[in-house]
């Protein structure tokens, strides 16, 4: 083999790694952020975070059925609030991709998506609420405790099994 064939070889070589590594960077940069029930399966939340997973697990078993109960009655609301927070999220990433781009469009619509997410979790809150009204002050304790106390988990990502911390790195 000659010396100017090894330096082609080791040229192709070098241009298909630098592929794979562009690949996988725009992989991760461009890739949609997952829905918030998978990521909460991954990793604890921020400190104070409350998640309706945690919340349920929390309950002592003779109120988490009333608890559902609750949750049940007030699904088709939830729902219809649900789809309006989505509808209002695709028209403001539809304001953002707008060419031209109208700010004042953009900030209208990412207005009104934050809006609809407000409205559903206000209403969400509002089921949690009913359902601690009736709670006697010391399992009221014990759920909100149990609710909003950061659990450890394991971490399953991609970047070796390191978990996540508190505070920005």
Known sequence: MSKF?????????????NGVLIGASARTWLASPEPA???SDRTAGPRGACSMRTF?????DDRRADVRARFEAARPELR??????WRARQQA???????PFDPDAARA???EARAARARLEARSEAVILEALAYMDPETRT???EATFTPHERSWRGRRG??????GPR
């Open 37 to 39: 029930a998978v990521q």
């Open 93 to 99: 990433q539809d304001a953002l991709r707008a060419e």
């Open 5 to 17: 064939n090894i330096w082609i070889i080791l040229l192709i070589i070098s241009v298909l790694i």
């Open 56 to 60: 349920m697990r929390a309950l002592p």
């Open 142 to 144: 014990q759920v909100i």
């Open 80 to 85: 219809e609030l649900g789809r309006e927070a």
């Open 161 to 166: 099994d390191r978990p996540r911390g508190d």
């Open 109 to 111: 619509a990412t207005a």
